[in-house]
Structure formats: structure tokens, C-alpha cells
């Protein structure tokens, strides 16, 4: 029997979600493997953008990588929107909204959406513009799918662009209590 490695990572704002790269343009960019000594043959379970944050789940396991991208495992991000969200808005979110996927047009699935009070998340690195400058809404977005930029997409189409994304659960994993740059053991 093959034994595998499983951690959760809270993913601290201006990282990227893999290793390392061939690109010689991302010599200063910010990679995993700086933040931990993570085993040979870690992968990350799906991807986070560079200005988004929270919980991404590695593993020396590919089936279980494949099972937590191609399955219908919920995804939750807290999301801080510019403006006051709209019922109509919510409305939308909730049952699919039109968004580019590689260059065609895609209807996201019907998902959750609500509104939350600002949550307790780490510090981050990230500027946010002030309050000063108008309102924001913060949301919780579970989705089951992970389109390239989906939630940033699909706040953008109802007309309340992402100031700050955090996934916060994958499944039954969460960030709860973890401090940015965090890496725990965890059992699959």
C-alpha cells in the first residue's frame, strides 16, 4: 500500500498555487514551496490566483486530487464586493451566471449565496481601498465547480467587482483558526 502525504495550506495573498515555474517572466513572483517544506511529488488540489487567498489542499495523492477537482465537493469563499449587493444580484449569483471560460461563453452552476458580516480573516498584504471610498458587502459562495477566476467572474457580471477573496472550506476542510502562510498535517 502506497502511503501519501495530505496538508491544508492557508494560501497567503500574492502567492502562486504551484511550485515552481519555466516562466522566466515569474522570477519574482511567490511560490508554495517557500512556505514549507513540503514532500517530493506535492501537488496542489486545484488553484487559488495570486490575489486570492485561504485554503488549498495538497497532496502526494493524485486520485485524491482528481477526486476533489472532478467531483462535486463545495468550495466556499468569503468574498468582499464593492458596493451594497443587491437581492436582484444574489438572485442571479445563485442560479448561473454567464461568464467567460476560455474564450467562450459559460453559465455558472446554481450555487449558494448570502450575505455575512465581515469575517475574522488573517491579516493580509493586500491593499483594499478604504470604506471612505463607498461601501462594501461581504458574501459566502459555495460553489461545486472551480472555472479559472469563477467567483471574481461571477461578482463582476452582477456589477459588484471582488475586492478580496478568501477560500475559507473545501469539503469538510477549513481555514478556521489557521494564520496565513500556515501549513497543518491532515488525515484524508
Not at 11 to 37: C, E, M, V, W
Not at 49 to 78: H, Q
Not at 135 to 140: A, E, V, Y
Request: charged fraction near 25%.
Amino acid at each position: 500500500m502506497n502511503s501519501h502525504d495530505y496538508f491544508k495550506l492557508y494560501k497567503p495573498y500574492g502567492y502562486i498555487s504551484q511550485f515552481i515555474t519555466n516562466d522566466r517572466h515569474a522570477k519574482n513572483k511567490k511560490f508554495l514551496g517557500a512556505l514549507y517544506d513540503f514532500p517530493e511529488g506535492t501537488m496542489a488540489v486545484g488553484r487559488l490566483d495570486e490575489p486570492s487567498e485561504g485554503l488549498l489542499l495538497l497532496t502526494t495523492d493524485g486520485a485524491f486530487s482528481y477526486a476533489i477537482s472532478k467531483g462535486n465537493v463545495e468550495k466556499e469563499y468569503y468574498v468582499q464586493v464593492d458596493g451594497i449587493i443587491t437581492e436582484t444580484a444574489l438572485k442571479i449569483l445563485k442560479k448561473g451566471v454567464p461568464i467567460s471560460v476560455n474564450a467562450k461563453e459559460y453559465v455558472t452552476k446554481p450555487c449558494t449565496v448570502k450575505i455575512i458580516e465581515t469575517p475574522t480573516l488573517p491579516e493580509t498584504k493586500q491593499r483594499i481601498r478604504a470604506n471612505r471610498h463607498g461601501p462594501t458587502s461581504w458574501l459566502s459562495i459555495t460553489i461545486t465547480e472551480g472555472k479559472f477566476r469563477q467567483v471574481r467572474k461571477m461578482t463582476a457580471a452582477v456589477g459588484f467587482p471582488t475586492l478580496r477573496l478568501a477560500r475559507v472550506r473545501i469539503g469538510n476542510h477549513t481555514i478556521e483558526n489557521m494564520k496565513a502562510g500556515e501549513v497543518a498535517v491532515i488525515t484524508a
